[in-house]
């Protein structure tokens, strides 16, 4: 057997860890290739968490992530807390914006996108990259920037450690350059940033916090470059940021219903 010393619970979650969003779907082989384990092993396991419901057959000898772990995920007290009460809020700041809106928090030194709203693609609407439950990179999005800012210092030294990919012509990669832009965000509250996710994409966004004063998410609205004036946006921006810390701090009863809800 492939590497003796792993248990069999880190072997199934390695198989489910080998799944991302680059990697939706993936066949045995990759799925042996990726983890490092037997192929006897991987099938057997395959077919445990099938029949479990963590992955399902897509066809074509292809597997992807079941239902059932999206179930598991969405009891996750925190996040559900997080996200029913922020709902309310972002539905409003899309009404105001008619734009990309997305609700994100930390995870594993990268910003993980919990909640998007958006209509449907049309020409006029900015094109993104984000998707719930996808993580990007804290230094090129304005969520992560934002979470850097009012996260400990030493999350920024580790980000900076690590290095700062360039995603496009327009991404901070220079460690001094961040620094900066990361105490100005502290002193303003608001993360201005424009293509360095993607180019032709902008952002402003803008922190939540929890009833202890720490950082817990970052609300942004997704808007084009080249014909959004971003400081217009900030005030929308930061009244939703600042109902989801209110509403966050009082710790009781259910949030308020949306004011743009008919």
Do not use: C
């Amino acid at each position: 057997m492939a590497d003796p010393g792993r248990t069999v619970l880190s072997r199934a979650i390695a198989i489910l860890d080998s799944f991302s969003h680059d990697r939706p779907e993936q066949t045995l082989t990759s799925i042996v290739r990726t983890t490092g384990l037997a192929p006897a092993t991987v099938h057997r396991l395959l077919a445990e968490l099938v029949a479990w419901g963590g992955l399902e057959r897509s066809g074509r000898g292809r597997y992807r992530v079941g239902l059932r772990l999206w179930q598991l995920g969405a009891l996750a007290p925190a996040n559900r807390r997080l996200r029913d009460v922020a709902l309310p809020y972002l539905e409003d700041l899309y009404e105001v914006t008619h734009q990309v809106v997305h609700l994100a928090v930390l995870d594993d030194n990268q910003v993980l996108y919990v909640e998007k709203l958006a209509a449907r693609p049309t020409e006029d609407l900015v094109s993104v990259v984000s998707q719930v439950g996808r993580r990007l990179p804290l230094h090129a999005t304005g969520p992560g920037k934002v979470l850097l800012a009012f996260s400990p210092p030493e999350l920024l030294d580790e980000v900076i450690a690590a290095g700062l990919p360039r995603l496009t012509a327009h991404t901070i990669t220079d460690p001094d350059r961040l620094r900066r832009a990361i105490a100005d965000i502290r002193h303003s509250k608001v993360s201005l940033t424009r293509d360095e996710i993607t180019v032709g994409a902008s952002s402003v966004a803008a922190p939540v916090f929890d009833h202890r004063g720490a950082v817990t998410a970052a609300v942004s609205v997704v808007v084009p470059s080249v014909t959004t004036n971003l400081a217009t946006l900030v005030p929308a921006v930061r009244a939703a940021a600042l109902g989801i810390t209110r509403t966050l701090s009082l710790g009781a009863g259910p949030p308020p219903p949306s004011r743009s809800a008919p």
